[in-house]
């Protein structure tokens, strides 16, 4: 998709804080850190949610966070963080490209969501 900021970010056209690159997926700081340490794994192809992947995904899905470890370690989280995928506007998606944020760095984390159901 060619008017998509990540997939700009992924083809080099917009620079990023590249943290690690493979022929599946691309890896860098978020812009607006909600964690001391914040950064997202996103697949090079587009997929605009996690609603819209299925079967054929799986190995990238598979991809994206079975490396969510190893990169965090490798950020300095070494006593955990947390992974996050948005869907959707109610899920509070902004970018319509598939990506999971891993936060972490603050002990603790804070809530994970700023509401509770009542």
């Known amino acids: 998709m060619s008017d998509c900021i990540f997939c700009k970010i992924i083809r080099g056209e917009i620079p990023s804080r590249k943290i690690y690159e493979d022929d599946e997926i691309f890896v860098f700081h978020d812009i607006q850190p909600a964690a001391p340490v914040h950064f997202m794994i996103v697949p090079k192809q587009h997929i605009a949610s996690l609603a819209e992947a299925d079967l054929g995904h799986q190995a990238v899905l598979g991809r994206v966070l079975a ?6 370690r ?13 869907t959707g ?10 990506h999971a944020h891993i936060l972490g ?8 969501l700023s509401h509770r159901v009542k």
Do not use: C
């Open 67 to 72: 490396k969510a470890g190893e990169l965090a």
């Open 74 to 86: 490798s950020q300095g989280l070494q006593d955990g963080f947390r992974t996050i995928i948005n």
């Open 89 to 98: 506007r109610v899920g509070g998606q902004e970018v319509y490209h598939l």
């Open 105 to 112: 760095g603050a002990d603790p984390l804070g809530p994970l």
